[in-house]
């Protein structure tokens, strides 16, 4: 089984179906991708391809790594959200629990108040989702 196969069949189905739900009922928001802290990819919206999920979870995972490390250093106050806003996008990424974080990247069109809004509802419904069904344990490899 392949690493990245591994660190995703230890989260349950429905994280795809949140994702595709934020890209659907925003208009202005393109992708979606959960992430753990090191970058691996987890779960990503349709319409993301896989080299392209992972090239979006590394730059989250490098902006969140980032703030947290900033944040950590102005006495101990987590960082809850990241917003980088470039000419043809805006990158979203938030802490999701259990050692996960949710980037959203949406158009440059796109009003910031409502991405980050909805990031941080979705973020609720992450949260839930992996406190109502925890990591799967990994399975052991076969005895020899």
């Given at each position: 089984m392949t690493e990245h196969r591994r660190i995703a069949a230890r989260f349950p189905?429905?994280?795809d179906c949140l994702l595709d739900d934020l890209v659907l009922r925003v208009g202005d928001v393109r992708h979606a991708v959960v992430l753990f802290g090191?970058?691996?990819?987890?779960?990503s919206s349709r319409g993301l391809n896989r080299r392209d999920a992972e090239q979006l979870a590394a730059m989250a995972s490098g902006f969140h790594g980032l703030v947290v490390g900033a944040a950590?250093?102005?006495r101990g106050r987590a960082a809850r959200q990241t917003m980088v806003e470039?000419?043809?996008g805006n990158l979203f990424v938030a802490a999701a629990g259990e050692g996960s974080c949710l980037a959203?990247?949406?158009?440059a069109t796109a009003d910031p108040?409502?991405?980050?809004?909805?990031?941080?509802r979705l973020v609720e419904r992450i949260e839930e989702h992996l406190r109502t069904h925890p990591c799967l344990p990994e399975t052991p490899a076969a005895p020899a």
């Open positions: 189905d429905g994280l090191d970058g691996a990819t987890v779960s950590g250093r102005r470039t000419g043809v959203v990247l949406s158009a108040a409502l991405i980050a809004s909805e990031t941080a």
